[in-house]
C-alpha cells in the first residue's frame, strides 16, 4: 500500500509561471520533508514541517513556499520556476525528529519549458 | 559544517564479488546513519541503517560498519547482483530534522 503519495508524477510548467506540487501521507507521520533532487545529485532539503512548524532551510531560494493544511498533505509551490528548478522533488515523512527512518515518496519530475 | 564525504562516486564490480562503499562525517553529534538505494527514476529507498551505539548491524547480503571515533561507516554488499546496480547514498542525521547526504556512488556490477 503507498504510504507517502505525491501527485502529479511529471509535471511541465512554463517560465515562470507558478505551479504547485502535492503529497500525501498514510502513515500519521509529525514530520514533512521537500526535497530537491537534481540529475546525479544527493537530495537538497528545502524545508520540512514539524507538525504545524514550518523550517525553512537557509538556502532555499523564496521562490520555494510550503504549505500544510493538514496533518496528510503538504503542498510544494513554486512561485516563478526557472529553468534551473527543472528537477526531481522528492517528499519525505518521519515519524517525529529522533533518529528515524524517512519515507520517500516517489517524487514528482518538473520540467520547465 | 555539517558534512558527509563518500567514496567511491562510481564503482563496477563483477557479479558475485563484493563491493564497499565509505564514507567520513564531520558532525560528533550525529547519532543516525542510513543507507538509501536509489535506482532510476525511482525514489531512495531505506536498506540498512545504523544507530551510534551499534558498531555493526547485518542484513543478508548487506552490512554496515560504524566507527565513532574516526567518524567513519562504510556499506558492505557482500555476492553483488546485477539488481544491485544503482545509486547508493550514505547519510547523517546529527540530531534534529535535517539528513545530510554524501553525494553517492553509483555502483555497476557486471553479469
Known amino acids: 500500500d503507498a504510504m507517502v503519495i505525491q501527485n502529479p508524477r511529471y509535471q511541465v510548467t512554463q517560465f515562470g509561471k507558478p505551479v504547485t506540487l502535492s503529497c500525501s501521507q498514510t502513515l500519521n507521520h509529525n514530520v514533512m520533508y521537500w526535497y530537491q533532487q537534481k540529475s546525479s545529485q544527493a537530495p537538497k532539503l528545502l524545508f520540512h514541517?514539524?507538525?504545524?512548524?514550518?523550517?525553512n532551510e537557509a538556502d532555499t531560494p523564496d521562490n520555494f513556499q510550503s504549505r500544510r493544511p493538514n496533518t496528510s498533505f503538504c503542498f510544494l509551490d513554486i512561485r516563478s520556476p526557472g529553468l534551473g528548478d527543472a528537477a526531481m522533488y522528492l517528499c519525505a515523512t518521519s515519524r517525529d525528529g529522533t533518529a528515524g527512518e524517512q519515507y520517500f515518496g516517489p517524487g514528482t519530475r518538473l520540467t520547465v519549458t | 559544517g555539517e558534512n558527509v564525504e563518500q567514496h567511491p562516486s562510481t564503482l563496477s564490480v563483477q557479479e558475485g564479488d563484493s563491493a564497499v562503499i565509505k564514507c567520513t562525517y564531520s558532525d560528533s553529534a550525529s547519532n543516525y546513519f542510513p543507507w538509501y538505494k536509489q535506482e532510476l527514476g525511482k525514489r531512495p529507498q531505506l536498506i540498512i541503517d545504523?544507530?551510534?551505539?551499534?558498531g555493526e548491524k547485518k542484513d543478508q547480503r548487506i552490512a554496515v560498519t560504524l566507527n565513532k571515533t574516526a567518524k567513519h561507516f562504510s556499506l558492505h554488499i557482500t555476492e553483488t547482483q546485477p539488481e544491485d546496480s544503482a545509486v547508493y547514498f550514505c547519510?547523517?542525521?546529527?540530531?534534529?530534522?535535517?539528513?545530510?547526504f554524501g553525494a553517492g556512488t553509483r555502483l555497476f556490477v557486471k553479469a
Open positions: 545504523i544507530r551510534s551505539n551499534v
Open positions: 514541517y514539524y507538525d504545524k512548524d514550518f523550517n
Open positions: 547519510a547523517a542525521r546529527p540530531g534534529g530534522f535535517k539528513t545530510i
